[in-house]
């Protein structure tokens, strides 16, 4: 099976993990852990957006670290704000040398990273990060069609689980 192809079927595996009585949470941890698998990136944070009435409030509800227990960590805050503000995924591969390298690259000497914001009904509902720190390969070719592909299937389950399991308690992300 060729990797653009087992990528697609990581990205559909989600539709087997996904369980629509499990609630927000557990949409957004499924869809980083298969966004790890996917990226082979090292570092992945998954956002939900808290705010009120459209204002952007993340907050952190799951976390992949090659380090466990390391509770400190710095990322790519123009990143995320580049992929909200654009509403488009990310990819930023510092060893792929036709890139031009961003300030923030360089900043945090990440080598590879990759934001995905979810936008449901074009209201921000989560972001993913992933970023890898050390060199060792270059991102897959071809990651951005499983990439949108699986974005689109958070963006429909999460949609089901708003609209279907009624108001998510945005107050469990709270300070």
Do not use: W
């Amino acid at each position: 099976m060729s990797p653009d192809a087992a990528r697609l079927m990581m990205a559909m595996g989600f539709l087997q993990m996904y369980n629509p009585k499990d609630g927000v949470d557990d949409v957004i941890e499924k869809g980083l852990a298969v966004y790890m698998e996917m990226t082979g990136l090292e570092r992945g944070f998954a956002f939900i957006n808290a705010g009120e009435n459209g204002a952007q409030d993340l907050r952190e509800v799951a976390r992949v670290q090659p380090r466990s227990g390391d509770a400190s960590y710095s990322l790519s805050r123009s990143f995320i704000k580049k992929a909200i503000e654009g509403k488009k995924i990310i990819i930023e591969d510092a060893l792929d040398q036709s890139a031009d390298k961003s300030q923030t690259v360089v900043d945090f000497q990440i080598c590879s990273a990759v934001v995905v914001p979810v936008f449901v009904e074009d209201e921000l509902k989560a972001v993913f990060y992933m970023d890898k720190q050390l060199a060792s390969k270059k991102l897959p070719p071809h990651l951005s069609y499983s990439t949108k592909l699986l974005r689109d299937l958070i963006e429909k389950a999460l949609l089901r689980e708003l609209s279907g399991a009624g108001a998510v308690n945005l107050d469990q992300y709270g300070d």
